[in-house]
């Protein structure tokens, strides 16, 4: 299986202040110019929510200050302006092969 | 409104069975792949089922494989996630989650139900 790595595994960010998460899988989850990858967002008693797929790829709703980078086996989650409602654990994912997650990184503020 | 409502969930001995259902509205169920993720206490996410949109392609982690099943019936809109011979570590939060991409499984998970919580002890 394809191992993901976050790094930091938790950060404290001022308000309004950008936060940024790595995330390192084992091989390369690049294929057909696509990057396998996958972000999630997790408060506590709610279930994960995607924020990011393909990478790059924004779903509906989630608000631009949320961006996802990288390719091939590294990718970064940024947040440019950290909120209150920001305040989670974040996971990668990869869905190129038998989808594996990543530790997770919890954001504070 | 997408809703994925899971149940079955409880305290079961090492070694007994327990069936999770998914109850899924607000889209049409038979188009899309379906899934299962857990969560153990204080631990991360860890993909555990997927069952393509008209059963015949299930998937399952080395983790569970011989010992949990997946079927889906699509007149009901329900998923069912089997599980026999139940460890201590299978102790966790099941999330039903739906995939993103209706025209293969891509295990992207956009829509999430609350969690069952099975707890194995004795």
């Known amino acids: 299986d394809i191992v993901m790595s976050q790094s930091p595994d938790s950060l404290a960010v001022s308000l309004g202040e950008r936060a940024t998460i790595n995330c390192k899988s084992s091989?390369?989850?690049?294929?057909?110019?696509?990057?396998?990858l996958a972000w999630y967002q997790h408060k506590p008693g709610q279930p994960p929510n995607l924020l990011i797929h393909?990478?790059?790829t924004r779903e509906s709703g989630v608000p631009d200050r949320f961006s996802g980078s990288g390719s091939g086996t590294d990718f970064t989650l940024t947040i440019s302006s950290l909120q209150a409602e920001d305040v989670a654990v974040y996971y990668c994912?990869?869905?190129?092969?038998?989808?594996?997650f990543g530790q997770g990184t919890k954001v504070e503020i | 409104e997408v809703r994925l409502v899971e149940s079955g969930g409880g305290l079961v001995q090492p070694g007994g069975s327990l069936r999770l259902s998914c109850a899924a509205s607000?889209?049409?169920?038979?188009?899309?792949?379906m899934h299962w993720v857990r969560q153990a206490p204080g631990k991360g996410l860890e993909w555990v089922s997927t069952?393509?949109?008209?059963?015949?392609?299930?998937d399952f982690a080395d983790s569970v494989k011989g010992r949990f099943t997946l079927s889906r019936d699509n007149t009901k809109n329900s998923l069912y996630l089997q599980m026999n011979s139940l460890r201590a570590e299978d102790t966790a939060f099941y999330y039903c989650?739906?995939?993103?991409?209706?025209?293969?499984?891509?295990?992207?998970?956009?829509?999430w139900g609350q969690g069952t919580l099975v707890t194995v002890s004795s």
């Open positions: 069952i393509n949109w008209n059963g015949v392609s299930i």
């Open positions: 091989q390369t989850i690049l294929y057909n110019s696509q990057n396998y």
């Open positions: 989650a739906k995939d993103i991409n209706s025209n293969y499984a891509q295990h992207t998970f956009d829509f």
């Open positions: 994912q990869q869905y190129y092969s038998t989808p594996t």
């Open positions: 393909w990478a790059s």
């Open positions: 607000g889209f049409s169920f038979d188009d899309y792949a």
